[in-house]
C-alpha cells in the first residue's frame, strides 16, 4: 500500500454518531450540579457539541461557573451516557467495519470525543486488540484545546506506530483540517449524515464506505466515493 498506517476517527466513521438529546442532557446535568436549574437553551445547545474552550468559558463567566469543574461534570455525564448507548446498541459499531480489519496495516485511532468512550467503544465490541493505539481527548479544558483540528494526538499516535507517511479517515471539515496540519493525507467519508456536507478543504480521496478504503488506500482515485 502507499501507505504505512492507517488512522481512524472514531464517531460517525467506525461507530454511529451519538444522538444529540443524549448529549443535551449531559450539559443539562452538568448545569444543574452547579446550581443552575434552567440555563438558556443557546447556552446548552452551544456546549453539546463542537465546544471550544473559548465558548466554554465564555458560557462559564455568563452564569459565574468554575470552566474547569462545569467541564469536567458535562463531560462525564457525556461519556457515561454514550457508555450506555454502546451498550445498548443505541450506538453501534457500522456494518462496514469489518472493512477495517482487512487493511494489512497498522492502526490507530483519534478521536474528539473522550478517551473513556472510545476505549469502551472498543473494549464492550471485543475489537480493541485490531489497534496499535488509540486516543480520545482527556476529560478536560486541556483536552479541549488539544482535539482536532489540533494535531496533539494525531502528532502522539503517528509516535506510537513509529509511521512515517500514515493517512488519516475521517467525517468532518475538522478531521481533513487536522490531516493537513499533521502533514497527512486523508479520506473523507461521507455517509448519510455527511451527504450534504460542503467542504471547505479537499480531502486526498473521498469515499461513502469502508467497504472501498483498502481500494482507495492502494492508490486507486477510481474508487472514491464507491
Request: hydrophobic fraction near 40%.
Amino acid at each position: 500500500m502507499r501507505y504505512d498506517a492507517v488512522l481512524f476517527d472514531n464517531d460517525g466513521v467506525l461507530v454511529h454518531l451519538t444522538e444529540l438529546p443524549v448529549l443535551r442532557r449531559a450539559v443539562e446535568r452538568a448545569f444543574a450540579e452547579m446550581g443552575i436549574e434552567d440555563p438558556d437553551e443557546g447556552d446548552v445547545e452551544a456546549l453539546t457539541i463542537g465546544v471550544t474552550p473559548e465558548t466554554l468559558e465564555a458560557v462559564s463567566d455568563e452564569y459565574d461557573l468554575d470552566p474547569e469543574a462545569f467541564w469536567a461534570r458535562r463531560d462525564q455525564h457525556a461519556t457515561n451516557a454514550q457508555q450506555r448507548a454502546v451498550e445498548t446498541g443505541e450506538k453501534a459499531l457500522y456494518e462496514d467495519f469489518e472493512s477495517v480489519l482487512d487493511i494489512p496495516l497498522p492502526r490507530g485511532i483519534v478521536s474528539s470525543n473522550q478517551h473513556p468512550t472510545v476505549e469502551h467503544v472498543l473494549e464492550f465490541n471485543g475489537v480493541d486488540d485490531h489497534f496499535e493505539t488509540y486516543y480520545g481527548r482527556e476529560m478536560s479544558v486541556d483536552g479541549l484545546r488539544r482535539k482536532k483540528p489540533a494535531t496533539y494526538y494525531l502528532d502522539r499516535a503517528i509516535a506510537d506506530i513509529g509511521a512515517e507517511n500514515p493517512v488519516y479517515v475521517g467525517d468532518s471539515e475538522s478531521d481533513v483540517v487536522a490531516a493537513q496540519n499533521a502533514g497527512m493525507d486523508s479520506v473523507f467519508v461521507r455517509r448519510d449524515h455527511r451527504a450534504d456536507l460542503d467542504l471547505s478543504v479537499e480531502p486526498t480521496a473521498e469515499i461513502t464506505s469502508l467497504t472501498a478504503l483498502p481500494t482507495v488506500l492502494n492508490g486507486d482515485r477510481s474508487a472514491d466515493a464507491h
